[in-house]
């Protein structure tokens, strides 16, 4: 069973930064695209980043384009969602997942492991 735990939320002005860290149990985490989504109150969940297993691909939602930065370290089975200029619109729960197929990546990728989500809030 894949687990993925997320940290890093808070509370954080309009303006201000957080960065977002997700530890997966894969065996072959190298492997793997891995990807961040969100779902603000009232609202279904959105994408908001993807990155292949190499690193070499990434890929943003226009909303969150020139404002966060996906990273990843497969030396230590971690990816990063690193934000700046954060808005309010931002707030939400932020979710790290990954695909139950090694070596994919894409538009129509689907994610079927998700991890229990931060809370990530800014302020006016």
């Known amino acids: 069973q894949v687990q993925l735990v997320e940290s890093g939320g808070g509370l954080v002005q309009a303006g201000g930064s957080l960065r977002l860290s997700c530890v997966a149990s894969l065996r072959t985490f190298s492997d793997y695209t891995m990807g961040w989504f969100r779902q603000a109150p009232g609202k279904e969940r959105e994408f908001v980043a993807a990155?292949?297993?190499?690193?070499?691909?990434?890929n943003y939602a226009d909303s969150v384009k020139g404002r966060f930065t996906i990273s990843r370290s497969n030396a230590k089975n971690t990816v990063y969602l690193q934000m700046n200029s954060l808005k309010p619109e931002d707030t939400a729960v932020y979710y790290c997942?990954?695909?139950?197929?090694?070596?994919?990546?894409?538009?129509?990728?689907?994610?079927?492991?998700w991890g229990q989500g931060t809370q990530v809030t800014v302020s006016s």
């Open positions: 990155i292949s297993w190499r690193g070499i691909r990434t």
């Open positions: 997942a990954c695909p139950n197929r090694s070596g994919t990546y894409g538009a129509d990728l689907t994610f079927n492991y």
